[in-house]
């Protein structure tokens, strides 16, 4: 039976193209799935005026054409363009549509157009020396997924400019590779990343010939998808727009998603390299394979917002498998398991926790305080709370990474403090968020609560150690299950408390994990100038190790981040409003398409004056998009787990740590990098006069 895939570009173009034409696809579809030489399809060859001989024209509606590549082995056709005719058959004349015989990718490319493209960029810039690519031979760069015909083309690339010009022509398997090797990688490792396999397994495909399409349906393939009929189709397109994350996966994100294990599993990743999206695929699969229909899966996350968004996608993503998935949030997670195994408590607010410090103060036996009443507090809230310490001699042997050092003698007194506060709260029947996790934990363990067949979770780079262990028992990570529990986070990314690695937990994931390094969110330009804030601190891996930013890179380029220095807010807003209302009037961005942090009242109000519609972002609330006008307002940690074509980053207030990078706290910076990232085009920070030494890299500061 033959089978026909879809090129991603079709599916990305589909509602442009007229009604008639859009409803004549899928009847297409429909008939070519029962037999591809039907009449009623109008399948014709092209030979005399195409330069591949595989290519085919089916008739459609108003003149239209959709351009089929027939097989030279096999049974599968691969609809890879619709246009008018004479547009269609314009594209498809020059281009080679083939299968790499190393890389098993399907590929479209022009020899002319590409070699073209290069000589017309600038033939008099300046080679780099010793450019990465320069040392690669012909075999090299066959074996990276480069086409025999266009080897030439990419020989003449010596510069990251050169790379950045054929980026438009290259197959995209092909393009990432090269695009690996000149952030650093070898060949190797550069081909796994884009071909999602692992570095010692990266052999050569078994093919007849560049027509020998036999196999592509079991291969990963970014850019095409199988196409089951009229139905599926019209899945696929739901909504009235395709949403590329719920059906095409890189490779690598692929294997992730149907990676089958004997044990916990993790996935990393900087920001915009699709751990989320991984996730949330591999949710699915997971519930299409439960054996049992009464089996439950977990998706948890740190934040309330992202697991609003996250349920809200795994419903488009898939609506029957979504039923057996449960969404929730850290702290509502705790809560259920609380008020399900009994407790009748409340957990406690941040105003009832300032009044329960105010009152352990007031208490003369408090004496000799160690620290100071602020550092102390932090003290609870990171190291005793979150770690679960139930004890004085617990306390005395806990590892407190991050926090300011102390001895034996210290630890005692500031103690005596941990146990006065902790005597109000059982007086008053309250439990801190951290206390709650605690007391779920126990529940669970002691049977009060039954844990789910599959777990998994987000944003773990801010859970707790008491967090972890919850989510290693409602997974039974110990009990020699399959798949029990994947984890997603990104050491960059933590801006809640210090690291605590998974294996403290008795989350083993050594063997079992994997980073993505392919950023699809952000330019490249941005995610540089994020790392930047991040410059010099070493990011850990989740568990004992240092994560790499080697070979990590974006897809594609933008301009380059704007910096200004402002004297006051007042300034500050004006020129925020300037450059909003320039993106929306000159450029043709959408309101919401543009978010500015933190919230700050007196922006809002500027913004308004100047008749620019705003919508501030709540908690526990989807962001409505296009349903909603108006620029996006919200604190930097509201707007984690989002993402805009334009960020902007009000930073002029003499505290803010975008004045004082240098001697800034992490998790200040680590929050500063989470804000830059949300940007996928364009990004404005506003900075203050205090500090003009130059702390960012790649971007020029205005006065």
Same mark, same amino acid.
């Given at each position: ?112 157009? $590409? ?30 997924? &480069? ?69 592509? $349906? ?29 059906? #095409? ?34 949710? &699915? ?16 996350? #740190? $934040? ?55 009152? &352990? ?56 403090? #941990? ?94 994990? *994997? ?153 200040? *910076?680590?929050? *500063? ?6 940007? *996928? ?23």
């Amino acid at each position: 039976m033959a089978q026909l895939m879809m090129h991603a570009e079709v599916l990305k173009r589909f509602y442009k193209l007229p009604t008639k034409v859009q409803k004549k696809v899928p009847e297409l579809i429909e008939k070519f799935q029962k037999n591809p030489w039907d009449p009623t399809i109008g399948l014709h060859g092209l030979k005399e005026i195409m330069l591949d001989p595989k290519v085919r024209g089916a008739d459609l509606p108003d003149g239209y054409r959709a351009i089929v590549i027939a097989p030279e082995q096999g049974d599968t056709f691969l609809l890879v363009h619709v246009d008018s005719h004479d547009r269609a058959y314009a594209w498809a004349k020059n281009k080679r549509f083939e299968v790499h015989g190393i890389t098993g990718a399907f590929q479209i490319f022009d020899v002319q157009e $590409t070699t073209q493209a290069l000589q017309d960029a600038n033939p008099a810039i300046a080679k780099v020396p010793d450019y990465p690519l320069s040392s690669l031979t012909d075999d090299d760069l066959f074996h990276a997924g &480069v086409p025999k015909l266009l080897i030439p083309a990419v020989r003449q690339v010596n510069s990251d400019r050169d790379l950045d010009v054929l980026s438009e022509y290259l197959p995209s398997e092909c393009y990432e590779v090269l695009l690996g090797i000149v952030a650093g990688l070898s060949l190797d490792a550069a081909l796994a990343q884009a071909l999602g396999t692992d570095t010692d397994s990266n052999q050569p495909v078994t093919i007849a010939g560049p027509g020998d399409f036999s196999q592509l $349906t079991q291969r990963p393939n970014r850019d095409l998808v199988v196409v089951e009929g009229e139905e599926a189709l019209k899945t696929m397109l739901e909504g009235g727009s395709l949403e590329e994350w719920r059906i #095409f996966l890189h490779p690598k994100q692929k294997k992730i998603v149907e990676w089958r294990t004997n044990g916990p599993m993790s996935i990393t990743g900087a920001a915009g390299t699709g751990k989320t999206v991984a996730l949330m695929h591999r949710a &699915v699969y997971l519930a299409k394979h439960l054996h049992n229909p009464k089996e439950r899966i977990l998706l948890t996350t #740190f $934040t309330t917002n992202l697991s609003v968004t996250i349920k809200s996608y795994l419903r488009r993503l898939d609506p029957i498998a979504a039923e057996h998935i449960e969404v929730t949030n850290l702290n509502q997670l705790a809560r259920t398991i609380c008020a399900r195994s009994g407790w009748k408590g409340r957990i406690v607010s941040p105003e009832e926790l300032n009044d329960l410090w105010e009152e &352990v103060w007031e208490d003369p036996n408090i004496v000799n305080l160690p620290m100071s009443k602020a550092e102390l507090q932090k003290e609870f809230d990171l190291v005793i709370d979150a770690n679960g310490v139930d004890s004085e001699e617990a306390y005395l042997t806990t590892l407190r990474t991050g926090r300011p050092r102390m001895g034996r003698k210290e630890r005692r007194e500031a103690w005596k403090v #941990f146990q006065a506060f902790r005597r109000l709260l059982l007086k008053r029947n309250l439990l801190t968020f951290e206390g709650a996790i605690h007391q779920a934990r126990f529940a669970v363990e002691q049977g009060n609560f039954p844990p789910f067949r599959h777990v998994l979770a987000d944003e773990v780079q801010d859970f707790s150690l008491e967090a972890l262990k919850l989510i290693a028992a409602l997974s039974q990570v110990n009990q020699g299950l399959s798949d029990p529990l994947c984890v997603a986070g990104d050491g960059h990314q933590r801006i809640y408390r210090t690291k605590v690695p998974l294996s403290l937990a008795g989350i083993h994931v050594t063997g079992r994990s *994997r980073q993505l390094k392919v950023n699809y969110r952000t330019s490249e330009q941005i995610r540089l100038f994020a790392q930047s804030i991040l410059e010099g601190i070493a990011v850990d891996d989740l568990n004992n190790g240092q994560t790499t930013i080697v070979g990590d890179r974006s897809v594609f380029k933008g301009p380059q981040p704007e910096i200004v220095r402002c004297t006051d807010e007042k300034e500050e807003a004006k020129r925020i409003v300037n450059w909003v209302k320039q993106l929306i009037t000159e450029e043709g961005f959408a309101a919401y398409e543009i978010c500015i942090t933190p919230y700050k009242p007196a922006i809002r109000t500027a913004l308004e004056t100047e008749g620019v519609l705003t919508f501030e972002l709540k908690p526990r609330e989807e962001d409505p998009g296009p349903e909603e006008p108006g620029v996006r307002l919200g604190t930097m940690k509201r707007i984690k787990g989002l993402e805009f074509r334009a960020i902007v980053m009000g930073c002029t207030t003499e505290s803010d740590a975008m004045n004082h990078l240098a001697t800034a706290e992490l998790l200040e *910076r680590c929050e *500063r990098y989470v804000a830059a990232t949300r940007a *996928r085009e364009r990004l404005l920070v506003c900075v203050g006069l205090y500090d003009k030494r130059q702390v960012l890299v790649g971007v020029t500061i205005k006065a």
